[in-house]
């Protein structure tokens, strides 16, 4: 079956969303938020995460060690967890959602109407997804910031920098906005068509017994 040009959006639409949620899992993972560099010790860098902090020493080994309390976490840290988690939940909801409401996917006996809000609420839920990857990513970037330029720690001290999975968080949560924003506009400017009904062999039966009964017999 050909493809229209709704069903195409859509497909860019989900394959936006599922490259999205991929980043924000693959974000949520990664221990690289933040990075910290010794003056003393150039051959040693920290890493900070959701999860653990790694002691990474070059030519020896990286060394990692879980938080042992969600509570001595700072808060930022503590809201993150809680928000990626969240845009886990709500991507991969919306993927199915979308999946199953796409103009492609057909199903025996779904209406049209019913198929274009489940592809409008996937689509919903993959900007709420991106949302909740965003927030919690930009906040960690702006306290790094804060703490970066903080005039009342002395310059001796350690700054911590940005890490690779803030630029993957945030674009994650790029790629989750505009494959969310293009199903819910595919959507909504796409026609109410409805699907074509098949007829059953059972009704193309009964035709040809109509058909013959209404030929005179010569």
Not at 45 to 53: A, N, P, R, Y
Not at 76 to 89: K, N
Not at 139 to 160: G, H, K, L, M, N
Request: charged fraction near 10%; proline fraction near 4%.
């Amino acid at each position: 079956m050909a493809w229209s040009v709704l069903g195409k959006a859509q497909l860019g639409g989900l394959l936006l969303s599922l490259l999205g949620w991929v980043c924000s899992c693959v974000t949520t993972a990664l221990p690289q938020w933040k990075t910290l560099s010794l003056d003393l010790n150039e051959m040693e860098t920290w890493i900070m995460g959701l999860w653990e902090v790694c002691v990474n020493q070059e030519e020896v080994a990286t060394v990692c060690q879980s938080f042992e309390s969600f509570l001595s976490l700072p808060q930022e840290l503590q809201v993150s967890r809680i928000l990626m988690v969240a845009s886990h939940g709500l991507g991969l909801l919306g993927l199915l959602l979308s999946g199953f409401g796409m103009e492609c996917c057909q199903f025996y006996n779904i209406r049209w109407v019913f198929k274009r809000r489940l592809c409008i609420l996937g689509g919903t839920l993959e900007a709420s997804a991106s949302a909740t990857t965003l927030f919690p990513v930009s906040w960690v970037a702006y306290t790094t910031i804060q703490d970066f330029w903080d005039d009342s720690i002395p310059e001796i001290v350690p700054r911590w920098e940005f890490g690779d999975a803030l630029y993957l968080g945030w674009a994650a949560g790029i790629f989750l906005a505009l494959g969310g924003l293009l199903l819910i506009c595919s959507t909504c400017l796409g026609k109410d068509v409805p699907f074509p009904q098949v007829a059953g062999p059972t009704a193309h039966h009964i035709m040809l017994q109509q058909r013959s009964l209404m030929t005179p017999s010569i």
